[in-house]
């Protein structure tokens, strides 16, 4: 079992930044797939970002590449979304998740992910 809690959200202006961080406990963490995923109100969960476990490989919605990166520090169970440039579309529940084992779904797909955490509110103002 994989304990996942997200900080770092709050209220940023348009071209603003903000860094989460999603800690991890239980299991090994070095050895699990990372995601973030995010929700806005009355929408659907989006893929946002992925990483490897050993953070060689990266993934990326094509909504948010050059301006958000995913990165992971295994010696600290946590892995971290840095977003810059923000625009209100951007406004969303972000939700990282863990995936422990080998998947027939992509990285991009939410069943890929056997644990969830509860999610940072992060708003854009325009």
């Known amino acids: 079992q994989v304990q996942l809690v997200e900080s770092g959200g709050g209220l940023v202006q348009a071209g603003g930044s903000l860094r989460l961080s999603c800690a991890a406990s239980?299991?090994?963490?070095?050895?699990?797939?990372m995601g973030w995923f995010r929700q806005a109100p009355g929408k659907e969960r989006k893929f946002v970002a992925a990483?490897?476990?050993?953070?060689?490989?990266?993934y990326y919605a094509d909504s948010v590449k050059g301006r958000f990166t995913i990165s992971r520090d295994n010696a600290k169970n946590t892995v971290y979304l840095q977003m810059n440039s923000l625009k209100p579309e951007d406004t969303a529940v972000y939700y990282c998740a863990a995936d422990r084992s080998a998947s027939s779904y992509s990285y991009s797909d939410y069943r890929r992910y056997d644990y969830w955490g509860q999610g940072t509110q992060v708003t854009v103002s325009s």
């Open positions: 239980g299991r090994t963490f070095s050895g699990y797939g």
């Open positions: 990483i490897t476990w050993s953070g060689v490989y990266t």
